[in-house]
């Protein structure tokens, strides 16, 4: 179980936990009146985005039953359960328009499965592939709207490469690094439908700059 400053997070149903990834993701991605959490695991960043923007409605995506009732249960128990809607559904048969589309995907592409099916199913791409992810966000994204999601650093030229093959373009970029001196380990990236300047920052886990972004969140 995680506590946060505003709701709690139980994991034990899911086969995705609560990490860093998904944090860093609900408090760095854009939101709006209308927003889709594509695979939304325990619905942590759900949470996070309903605390963040008020006028928030979120629907949270998710095709592994065991996800669907822990996020159901970590939302009944949140002040916000009446913002948030939980779907058992493949983002490639959701139907609806959105302001702004949040996903922490899977990323596993060529490497080998694991023996815990629905492990696999939350780490692997081979339910939701990276071109299928953008042609669905493509789909369900109003005109001005925008897609935030988060990769591993090897993984980035791939999300860039399928979201530029489908039309979009990048936004904004935040490289974040475990240790300052060191390579970026992962990657929060932004896109939108039409050609905007795009912003690129770096943070390192645990600096002045993360611990503004995550504040409202962690105890």
Not at 46 to 61: I, S
Not at 112 to 130: E, F, K, S, W
Request: proline share 4%.
């Amino acid at each position: 179980m995680f506590r946060f400053k505003h709701f709690t997070v139980e994991q034990d149903l899911c086969a995705m936990k609560v990490g860093t990834d998904g944090v860093l993701l609900g408090a760095w991605a854009h939101g709006g009146e209308q927003v889709l959490d594509v695979g939304t695991g325990t619905g942590l960043i759900a949470l996070m985005m309903v605390q963040r923007y008020p006028e928030a409605r979120v629907t949270a995506l998710d095709i592994d039953e065991g996800a669907v009732r822990q996020a159901t249960i970590n939302v009944e128990q949140a002040e916000a359960k009446d913002r948030i809607r939980m779907v058992q559904q493949r983002v490639q048969e959701h139907e609806g328009l959105y302001d702004a589309i949040v996903s922490n995907p899977p990323f596993f592409i060529d490497s080998l499965n694991a023996p815990d099916v629905r492990r696999n199913t939350a780490r692997h791409a081979d339910t939701l592939t990276y071109a299928e992810l953008m042609e669905a966000a493509w789909r369900l994204l109003k005109d001005d709207g925008e897609l935030s999601v988060v990769v591993p650093f090897d993984y980035r030229q791939r999300m860039e490469d399928e979201a530029t093959f489908r039309g979009f373009f990048p936004s904004r970029v935040c490289a974040v690094k475990t240790v300052e001196r060191k390579p970026a380990k992962r990657y929060l990236l932004a896109f939108r439908k039409h050609p905007c300047q795009c912003v690129k920052e770096t943070m390192t886990i645990g600096d002045e700059q993360y611990r503004q972004l995550t504040g409202d969140f962690y105890l």
